[in-house]
Structure formats: C-alpha cells, structure tokens
C-alpha cells in the first residue's frame, strides 16, 4: 500500500488492467515491502539533492528567463540599427503598417479576380485581362492621339512641319513673318548626296553600337517573364562620333557641313527611311508571340497599330532597334547637328557667338547625361510599355535631330542675346535647376524600380499597392512628374535668349503640350492599374507638374 500513495499513477494502470497479477505471482508481492523500504532512502536524499542544484522546472524557467531577455535585447539592437541606417524613427511601424495594407489590397484583388472570372462564366463580362490586352476603343485602353484618324493626320502634318520649320531657315532670314520663296525644283528636295549622308551615318552608328564595348545590364522583367540583356555603350559611341566628324573635316577634307546647304533632301530622305522602317516593323510584327506585343499597340486599326507600334521590343539579334533609334540616331545626331552648324558659323565668320555656343553646351550636356546614365532609359515607360512604330520610328530619326536643333540654329543667324550677361546668368540658374529636378528624380525613380527596398530609398515613404509600391515622397513628394518639370525648365533656359521669336520658342510650346497630354495620360493608365492606391497618391500629390499650379 505504501507503493499506491507513492506512485498512484502508473501502480493504479497496471492493477486495473491486470488484477489477476497478485494470486498468479505471489513472489512479487514478497519482494514488493522491499522496494517500500528502498522508498524512504530515496526520499530521504532528495533534500540533499535539491540543495545542491535547483529542480528542473525551476532551472528551464530560469534558462527561458535568460533567453527572452537575450532575444529582446538582440532585437532591441536591429531596430536601434535600423533607425540609425534609415534615420526614421518610424520606420519599422510604417514598414509593418505597409505590409498590413498590401496584405489587405491583395485579398480585395483576389476577390474581385474570382468575382470577375465567376461573372465571366456565366456571360456577364468580359475577363479584365482580354479587355485591357485588346488595347481598343470598343472595350479597354482608349485610343490616343484622336484614334485612327488623328494618327493619319498626324502622319502626314508632323513631316511637313518638320520640312517647313527648316526650310523657313535656309537663307540666313530664319523668320516665321517673312518666308522665303521655297525651292520649286525636284532636284532641291532630293539627291543621291544626301542619301549616300544619311545612309553612311546610319551606318556608322549601327558599326559603333556593335562594336565599341559596353557594360550589360537586363531590364525589367517582360509579361514572358524573361529579361531583355542591353549593352550600354551610348557614352563612348557618342564621344567617337564627334571625334569622327572632327577627324573628317580637318584633317580628311570630307564635305561634312555641305549638310547645312541640303537640308531639306536630308529631312526628306530621314522621313521615307521612318516610313520604310515602320512597315518592316509592323510587318515582322505579326509573327511574335502576343505577350511580346505593346498593349496600346494590339488594336483593332491597322493605321493605329502602325503609328504606335505593335511590337514592345523588335531585336536583330543583340541589337535593340527601340534603343538603337531613341539613343543613338535621336541623340547623337542632335549633337552632331549642332556641332555642324557651330563649325559652319565660325567658318563663314571666323567666330562663335556666346549664346549659341552655351545652349549648344547645355544641350550637349543633356545628351551627354542621358547616354552616361543608359541604364535608367531601361526602366522608363517608353522601354516597358510603348510599341516601336512610326510616332517613336520618326521622333528618333527626324523630329529629334532636326527640330531640337532649331534654337542653337536661329541664335547662331540672329546673334541674339550674346552681350546681355545677366539673362546668360540667370539661364544658367535655370538651367542647373532644371538638371537637379531632372536627374534626381529620374534617378530616384530608377533606384526604385529595381529595388524598392535600396538602403538609399530607406527614409522616403512609399504606398503599398498589390505586387509594388508607389514612391510619395523626395523628388516625387513635390509634383507626380517632377522629371517633365526639369524638362520644361531646361528647355526653357534654351528658349529665352532666342527672345520672343515663334521658332527658338516652339520647341518649349512643343514640349508643354507634349508633356501635359502625357501626363494626363500616365495618369489615367496608373488609375485603371493600381486603382485606390494611386487616388491615395494622388491625394497625397495633388499637383501634376508645377506645384501650385498644375
């Protein structure tokens, strides 16, 4: 009985289950009062033991204790670190408070997926991603630029503007009120000079492209789930470029600045290659797989699709032809241009005005900048989103070279503003303003598509939306496009010592409604993709491009 009172637990089970144990067995019965007897010693050193070392239980709570108190400090530490790296006190609650709010804008995608794909079966609606693919007017993305007739207009009445505005500044007058008789003959809008020129260059710059080296770098990630590979040599392919116009017309003899006395059979021959290249463009189109096609461009209007572009990212091997067209014969080309009619000035006058010669710098840095930072063209909208086609064919090849050119142009026949320092001055200011506002925010935005969680981001506040976040804050805490601001603001400095003149100031009209009707737009395609996110952001920044204004 002593051994029940001990141990009833275990002792009780083995009873109860064999009762009949003790008759069967009477030896263990025997032995049992020795066991009890055993008993009394064990309890007796327990004492004994228990003043030597504590009971488990107390030592376990204790090593809890000890761990806890571990594991608060260690964390105490990460957060200390982590306010100190992001030098937000409210870092870690925001970040807690954004996975919160993502986690809630995914469940209500999911549902509202499911609702939709529900509907759907039953023939009520249209899956979203069919209507937003389609990229029409009659159920989705709407038509831009006034659908497919504005773009027939457009067509036609971008060339002639081009071909107008320069021909107005053939003969030294350069002005909108008195035109100067246009050529009448065939032979004054086309030879085979000019051809062989704008060919030869071409040319030249496909060479350099593919053979100067040049970092590689990938771009975002495609609707195949594939990443584009780039080689980012646009720095080093402008640099030999202008060393190879200096190199031919010093010491090679080559007629370079016969350009300025044929450019209107230059234009000409820019504008059929634009045609030409866009309806290969549109024709290798139609053998891609439809998850390589732009949205706007997949449409139900051939002119449409031929003037947006139906293909996101055409490629002749390695080469990108978007990249290709924007950087090298866009960019380089507007330097050449100007440099063309620098050398052609101080030929036929011995010297180079001061104005000119500083908005012919600020342009050149403007390009210089855009080709050193290549990498950020790679996570810009025209890369993700915008087909390659006749509007970005005819921009890169024609518009971009032949009209941005224009102010340095006007100045270089008007001497305008050369002795007046104080306007020099304050476009200088402009001028730096304008960069800053620029590059800043285009690098912040390219830091944040890559990474949003980029140690030099780790201040700024963002808002969660269901697979990114939206950037609120720095540059883009100011204005939704502040990039467009620094746009405007540059291409104003280059506007003002042209004075009040239509053709120095067309490029900056240009620009504003250009960059107005894209903002409007940008604004409109982020509202049907990220929904109530982007009405909190736009809350949050009420102003589009000039704060306070607009």
């Known amino acids: 009985m002593g051994n029940l009172k001990e141990s009833p637990g275990k002792r009780s089970r083995g009873r109860s289950r064999s009762p009949s144990r003790r008759a069967k067995s009477p030896s263990r019965a025997k032995k049992s009062p020795s066991r009890t ?9 327990s004492p004994n033991r228990s003043s030597r070392s504590p009971p488990r239980s107390t030592r376990t709570a204790k090593t809890l204790e000890a761990q806890t108190v571990e594991s608060a400090e260690a964390k105490q530490m990460i957060i200390s670190s982590r306010r100190k790296q992001s030098k937000s006190p409210t870092r870690q609650s925001q970040r807690v408070i954004e996975r919160v709010e993502t986690t809630k804008l995914r469940a209500t995608t999911r549902a509202a997926t499911s609702a939709s794909v529900s509907a759907s079966k039953q023939g ?15 159920g989705g993305r709407p038509y831009q630029f006034g659908g497919p007739l504005g773009v027939v207009i457009l ?7 081009l071909l107008l505005l320069n021909l107005v500044c053939m003969k030294g007058s350069c002005r909108m009120k008195s035109l100067p008789p246009f050529p009448k003959s065939f032979a004054q809008y086309f030879d085979w000079q ?14 350099l492209t593919v053979v100067l080296p040049g970092r590689r770098l990938e771009g975002q990630t495609l609707a195949t789930g594939s990443r584009l590979s780039y080689k980012c040599n646009g720095f080093l392919c402008l640099l030999v470029s ?7 017309h010093f010491l090679l003899k080559w007629p370079v600045l016969c350009i300025t006395k044929k450019l209107a059979p230059v234009i000409l021959t820019a504008i059929v290659i634009t045609f030409v290249a866009s309806v290969i463009l549109y024709r290798s189109a139609a053998n ?7 949205p706007g461009g997949n449409t139900d209007s051939i002119l449409y699709n031929f003037f947006v572009g139906r293909e996101l990212n055409p490629r002749v091997g390695a080469l990108d032809i978007k990249v290709f067209a924007l950087l090298r014969m866009g960019l380089i080309s507007w330097v050449a241009l100007n440099a063309i009619y620098l050398m052609r000035h101080y030929k036929d006058n011995g010297s180079i005005p001061l104005a000119p010669a500083l908005i012919a710098a600020f342009q050149v840095f403007y390009v210089l900048d855009a080709l050193w930072f290549e990498e950020t063209f790679l996570t810009t909208k025209a890369t993700q989103n915008d087909g390659m086609g006749f509007l970005m064919m005819f921009g890169s090849l024609a518009w971009v070279p032949f009209y941005f050119s224009l102010p340095v142009r006007y100045m270089l026949l008007h001497h305008k503003g050369e002795n007046n320092y104080y306007m020099l001055t304050s476009v200088c200011l402009l001028q730096v303003v304008g960069y800053v506002l620029y590059r800043g925010s285009n690098s912040q935005k390219n830091i944040f598509r890559r990474n949003p969680f980029d140690v030099r981001l780790a201040h700024m506040e963002t808002i969660p939306i269901t697979s990114k976040r939206i950037l609120s804050s720095g540059w883009w805490g100011l204005c939704r496009h502040p990039n467009y601001l620094g746009d405007l603001l540059m291409a104003l400095a280059w506007s003002i010592p042209g004075g009040f003149s239509l053709l120095p100031i067309s ?16 604004d409109a395609d982020c509202l049907s993709k990220y929904g109530p ?3 909190r952001y736009c809350r949050r920044v009420r102003f589009r491009i000039l704060p306070y204004i607009y």
Request: proline content about 5%; hydrophobic content about 55%; charged content about 15%.
């Open 242 to 248: 202008v060393l190879s116009l200096a190199v031919g």
């Open 533 to 535: 996110s982007w009405e």
């Open 37 to 45: 007897g055993k008993s009394p010693n064990r309890a007796s050193r």
């Open 155 to 161: 067509m036609i009445l971008a060339p002639t503007i």
């Open 194 to 207: 000019s051809v062989i020129i704008y060919t030869g260059w071409i040319f030249l710059q496909l060479f």
């Open 288 to 294: 891609v797989e439809p998850a390589r096609l732009a």
């Open 507 to 522: 490029h900056l009209l240009f620009l504003i409604v250009m960059l107005v009707y894209r903002a409007k737009y940008d």
């Open 124 to 138: 009520d609606i249209v899956p979203a991603e069919t209507i937003a693919f389609k990229g029409s007017s009659k």
